[in-house]
């Protein structure tokens, strides 16, 4: 079992940029998949980055590709999401999973097993 804590949200201009960061407690944080997710008001969870357990591989949503990268530091029990070029669309509130040993195109989140609390980013125009 792992537990999930997000930080790094808060309010940015558009076109700006933020880190998110997502600290996993447990030994076994690199037998983990992980990934993030994000939730707008009134709107489905949607999928938006997820990375391998040993951080080789990574998959992102088409509406992040390019403007937004995963990264992980299993040493740290650490993932991150760098967030640039941010606009309004992506304004909501960004949570992590985890999956042991998951697929990283998995994108439907009621697959993921575990998840922190969620971190409010909010991009204004």
């Known amino acids: 079992q792992v537990q999930l804590v997000e930080s790094g949200g808060g309010l940015v201009q558009a076109g700006g940029s933020l880190r998110l960061s997502c600290a996993a407690s447990g030994r076994t944080f690199s037998s983990y998949t992980m990934a993030w997710f994000r939730q707008a008001p009134g709107k489905e969870r949607e999928f938006v980055a997820a990375i391998s357990s040993g951080g080789t591989s990574t998959y992102y949503a088409d509406s992040v590709t390019g403007r937004f990268t995963i990264s992980r530091d299993n040493a740290k029990n650490t993932v991150y999401l760098e967030m640039n070029s941010l606009k309004p669309d992506d304004t909501a509130v960004y949570y992590c999973?985890?999956?042991?040993?998951?697929?990283?195109?998995?994108?439907?989140?009621?697959?993921?097993?575990?998840w922190g609390q969620g971190t409010q980013v909010t991009v204004s125009s």
């Open positions: 999973a985890a999956d042991w040993f998951g697929r990283i195109d998995t994108i439907d989140p009621h697959k993921w097993n575990y």
